[in-house]
């Protein structure tokens, strides 16, 4: 607790600093300031300590003042601004702190989220994504925290494959659902938005999305049967809604959920995963042609579609096209090398194909990406969201 007596002895302090004589010897001024950032960092860190925050800001100030450098007092300052909700000031000091210091994964976490904070949202991924490589230690919340702000921001950035692959992983690491699922919701409905965004005639719709995607990555997913249903019932021709049902009925009822596919480009005509999860059946269901032309009909509405080439090579390839479906499947790596599945594809292409060597390199690829995969990798071990 703050009491009286505290912001009376660190008053005193900062009065006793502030009415030092000033010395006209440059030895005697040096002197002077290492006595005084001694006295100011041990006030700061007793300030701290005592729950005083905001006589333990200014002093850290101060003492920063005298030595601007000091990597202690950087790192305390910008986690006080922080807590203060004081976002830029938080975000100026700690971009101070990264720039003078070793990396690691809590500096860089803090500043990601000041930034998110101050609506810098493409640095706020890219430092965010950082901590989490570099990794945060046994700070839980820190993590937590974290995790929320990288997979809404790669909804509003419109990847929202990442977003739910990345989401799906944290779900099998134990991630709690009611941090979960507004984000999975709007990354499944395909929503740029953040969460505080919705619109409020959506937020029902999100939740409902969020909640059935999310009771689809647990041991209860039959569960999630209902709410899909529910959904459907109550937005039977909002976009987006059949595709999720679809995809989720694919395990299950394959021809039910293609037909829900279907409704869905009924809908949605230019849905291009929806086309890409039907070409994926009728590839499953060796109807070759309608594959192919539902994965070129997919890749001329978006060259850029993630796994747009990676489907139209595994149809090429199954139509005995094995030159073109590596070219393909090539393209598609260079695009996502982190994704397995293109590099099993290639594997499979370059073996069928006699290119010993490069299905060797394939094999390897497989084994690293496997090692390294953990909850807060860039890419997922298959392409689930896809």
Sequence with gaps: MKTRAGFVLAGLLIFAFEATPSYGHQTHNARRATSNFVQLSQAAARAREANQDDVAIELYEKALALKPDWQEGLWYLGSLLYE???????????????????????????????????????????????????????????????????????????????????????????QEKDLLVEPLGLAALRFPVLPSEIPANRRELVRMAGEAAFTSQTPQYKDANKIFQAMVSAYPDEPGVHFLYGVYLLDSNPEEGSRELKKELEISPSHVPARLRLSAFYLQNQKLDEALALANEALKLDSHYPSARMTLGEVLVAKGDVSAGIKELETARAAQPAVLRVHWDLLRAYTAAGRAEDAKREKEQIEAISHSASPSGSEPSRDKAQ
């Design 84 to 174: 203060k909700e004081q976002y830029a000031g938080s975000r100026d000091v700690l971009r101070r702190f990264v720039g003078s210091t070793t990396e690691t994964g809590p500096s860089w976490a803090l500043l990601g989220m000041s930034e998110f904070q101050t609506r810098e949202y493409a640095r706020a991924l890219d430092h965010l994504q950082r901590a989490l490589a570099l990794g945060m230690g046994d700070r839980k919340e820190m993590i937590q925290s974290v995790s929320y702000f990288v997979a809404v921001l790669l909804t509003r950035f419109e990847r929202y494959d990442e977003s739910l692959n990345f989401m799906f992983r944290l779900i099998a690491s134990g």
